[in-house]
């Protein structure tokens, strides 16, 4: 190997991978408080946050490594939505989430706290990270575009709209049982991680509903194999 090989410049980016290596470590951050509550059976039903059923019961009855696996996903396992400035109602919605705090005080405080995390994150990869809060948080572009637009009062305003922050691809549950599974097993996460990657893009937004139970004795994925002899 030439000299000029061995010292090129290290750029941070994972063989492989589409996000650098800052960038998954603040992604991993969010993951794990998410699933935290998520995992939670005080929180777990809270529409932010609701996983579905199987898989949350699978994640919360696994090992903290597990959880910690399933947490290091290249992409966020929740989803960001920002409210149209244009519409009244979702403007209307953000006020309430603020002046109802009093129906669900300790409801409303985990969310903000959850939002106010998430929505510094996002703004700090649009910032720095052409593409990377559509690739990892599943944000439009044009919703990518609103939120930098926030100033730092609207933005903590938002992190409480009652709409912003709701698990990914519930209606998949492929997806989600693949993870846990593979989160488990403690390898061949590459496979849940090519899951969510396929369901990225408009096909996120407009998944049909899928049944799924796992096989337990086929945890992993099957390669085909020619008949025996």
Known sequence: MSDRAQTRPQTGVHHGNLLNEGVRRDIADLNRLFLERALDPAHGSDPWFALPAGPAVRLRTASADARERAARSPFTLFEVRVPQPADARSEDAVADASGAAHVDVHRNEIRRAFGVAALAVV???????????????????????????????????????????????????????????????????????????????PCERSLPVAQYAPDRRRARPRHRRGPPR
């Open 123 to 201: 703004r700090r990869l649009a910032e720095g990270v052409p593409l990377a809060p559509r690739i990892a948080f599943g944000l439009e572009k044009a919703a990518e575009a609103r939120l930098c637009a926030l100033s730092l009062s609207e933005s903590y305003r938002v992190a409480a709209w009652p709409g912003l922050i709701r698990p990914r691809w519930t209606t998949h549950e492929r997806f989600w049982w693949t993870l846990a599974e593979m989160a488990v097993c403690g390898d061949q996460l590459h496979w849940a991680y090519a899951t969510g990657l396929c369901l990225l893009g």
